[in-house]
């Protein structure tokens, strides 16, 4: 079953913003995603770039926030 997954990009350069639009079934679906995510190896990956990192972290804690 595809769920609700609908997101929208505004502006540009250093002002962004995302809105993300999405049902239970694709919640779910992202927090059992952010299981099969190795995220040492991405931070491991990203330790030079300091910007993709805290990326990264901020996106793991968003869908652990989901998965509460």
Known sequence: MQGL?????????DA???TVNLD???AKALVRLDRY???A???KLTENDPEAAYAAERL???LQHMGR
């Open 41 to 43: 190896d991405v931070l």
């Open 60 to 62: 793991h804690t968003v």
């Open 37 to 39: 995510i190795n995220w």
């Open 5 to 13: 997954f609908e997101y929208k990009l505004d502006g540009s350069g």
């Open 24 to 26: 239970s079934v694709s």
């Open 16 to 18: 962004v913003s995302l």
